[in-house]
């Protein structure tokens, strides 16, 4: 958690300096350090709300774009790029209805987890006493946790993505190792038939051809007569 919220401090203060947009400043936030997870988030890379609708999205991702392309970056033309990218798939899935649900998902997920934190705090504050106010309970606290709350949502939910891609590659490859084994156990087997068989009509034909040269090769003895006196 101290992480995430070093990680909140100092984005919004990058933020807060990025309000001129300037081009270097929106590169090094999209590629900073921790952001894998955080650009999962279009909202987050376009910097907007959940609620923005997908005209002012795409105004959004138009200014952005035009900040880090790599054309207006030419000392940090593979830096720019990658930034590029990352502005580029997030107004797609803005523009995907399935993949904006998905995203907006996280949302409500994330509101259902932070209420559940948030219950357990004024829980334990009731229990011991103590006046039951939280920093959640503060717009600016509640706004800093649920960003929170967000992004472990979004990476949780790709960890398990490519979890569960990973185990689907790993029985594909067992079940072609299976039938590769299968397949030479059954070769073998069928070689070893195929063997049997020709050995044996190897046999049969010569067992047949030292007959018949037997019966070519013997000598014709006439049949004995009797002799009468």
């Known amino acids: ?6 990680f909140y401090k100092e984005l919004k203060e990058q933020e807060s300096e990025d ?9 090094d936030r999209l590629l900073k350090p921790g952001s894998t997870y955080l650009n999962l988030n279009p909202f987050e890379v376009l910097q907007i709300d959940p609620d923005t609708d997908i005209e002012a999205a795409k105004k959004k991702y138009k200014k952005l774009s035009l900040l880090v392309h790599p054309d207006k970056n030419p000392d940090d033309r593979e830096r ?20 904006l649900n998905r995203c907006k998902d996280c949302y409500t997920e994330a509101k259902a987890r932070l209420a559940i934190v948030m219950s357990e705090k004024r829980r334990k504050l009731k229990k011991e006493g103590k006046e039951e106010k939280i920093e959640e309970d503060d717009p600016a606290g509640y706004k800093k946790a649920l960003w929170i709350a967000v992004s472990k949502v979004f990476a949780d939910r790709e960890k398990k993505k490519r979890m569960l891609e990973e185990r689907a590659n790993e029985e594909k490859l067992a079940e072609k190792r299976k039938l590769a084994e299968e397949f030479a156990k059954n070769y073998e087997e069928s070689r070893d038939e195929r063997s049997g068989s020709w050995r044996n009509f190897q046999a049969k034909k010569a067992k047949k051809e030292d007959k018949g040269k037997t019966l070519r090769g013997a000598a014709f003895k006439p049949p004995k007569t009797k002799l009468f006196k």
């Open 80 to 99: 720019a790029d990658k930034a590029f990218d990352i502005v580029k798939k997030a107004v797609r899935q803005m523009e995907e209805p399935i993949e």
């Open 19 to 27: 309000s001129v947009l300037t081009s270097a400043q929106q590169i």
């Open 1 to 6: 958690m101290a992480n995430f919220e070093s």
